[in-house]
């Protein structure tokens, strides 16, 4: 993906088969006490802003967030702001990823993802775990998101509206030429693959 270049939250490709897994919930396993591991704690709960005042005793860690491991592999947080996606990490590796999470008859979404593998503006799928009831769709961590930038910016010079607009209408393009019809379209779903937008 190009630096500075939006994607979709909607990503629509495939890079991994897709495997059945179980998804634990409440066992108490080898990877729930890596997950509990100071440094994913640390790296977890949110560091309080310069400004705000040092809390007098720590939360106990149930009560700052809620979390469910899927797969003995990641750990599922809270929802994304604005979004449908939950934001993960991955116990092993601690790295940060989304997941959506979507009901086992989910083969036409399925189908687009493949529809547009490799497309270079398209947020690619990372991997994906079936469960029992649910299938659980992992994507590579965004660093935010169109409306949010226009909203903090409040206005765009000409020539970088002009290039994220090309961008959007480009991949819009490409879904149509495929045969996918975005629905719901909005700012929102548009993310930038890096911190430098």
Same mark, same amino acid.
């Given at each position: 993906?190009?630096?500075?270049?939006?994607?979709?939250?909607?990503?629509?490709?495939?890079?991994?088969?897709?495997?059945?897994?179980?998804?634990?919930t409440?066992?108490?396993?080898?990877?729930?006490?890596?997950?509990?591991?100071?440094?994913?704690?640390?790296?977890?709960?949110?560091?309080?802003?310069?400004?705000?005042?040092?809390?007098?005793?720590?939360?106990?860690?149930?009560?700052?967030?809620?979390?469910?491991?899927?797969?003995?592999?990641?750990?599922?947080?809270?929802?994304?702001?604005?979004?449908?996606?939950?934001?993960c990490?991955?116990?092993?590796?601690?790295?940060?990823?989304?997941?959506?999470?979507?009901?086992?008859?989910?083969?036409?979404?399925?189908?687009?993802?493949y529809?547009?593998?490799?497309?270079?503006?398209?947020?690619?799928i990372?991997e994906?775990?079936?469960?029992?009831?649910?299938?659980?769709? &992992?994507?590579?961590?965004?660093?935010?998101?169109?409306?949010?930038?226009?909203?903090?910016?409040?206005?765009?010079?000409?020539?970088e +509206?002009?290039?994220?607009?090309?961008?959007? +209408?480009?991949?819009?393009?490409a879904?149509?030429?495929?045969? &996918?019809?975005?629905?719901?379209?909005?700012?929102?779903?548009?993310?930038?693959?890096?911190?430098?937008?």
């Amino acid at each position: 993906m190009d630096p500075g270049s939006p994607s979709l939250l909607w990503p629509l490709r495939l890079s991994k088969p897709a495997v059945t897994v179980p998804v634990t919930t409440g066992e108490h396993s080898k990877a729930e006490e890596r997950a509990q591991s100071p440094s994913l704690v640390e790296r977890l709960s949110a560091a309080p802003s310069p400004s705000s005042p040092a809390p007098s005793s720590p939360a106990p860690l149930q009560h700052q967030f809620q979390a469910a491991l899927v797969a003995e592999k990641y750990l599922l947080l809270e929802q994304v702001e604005g979004s449908s996606l939950c934001r993960c990490v991955d116990v092993r590796t601690q790295e940060e990823y989304v997941c959506k999470v979507v009901s086992r008859d989910c083969s036409s979404l399925l189908q687009a993802h493949y529809r547009l593998d490799g497309h270079p503006h398209v947020n690619p799928i990372h991997e994906v775990l079936v469960g029992d009831k649910r299938v659980y769709l &992992i994507f590579p961590r965004s660093h935010s998101d169109l409306h949010s930038y226009v909203r903090a910016r409040k206005r765009l010079r000409e020539h970088e +509206a002009r290039r994220l607009f090309r961008q959007m +209408a480009e991949t819009v393009a490409a879904c149509h030429e495929q045969g &996918i019809v975005l629905r719901d379209l909005k700012l929102r779903k548009f993310v930038f693959a890096d911190p430098q937008r």
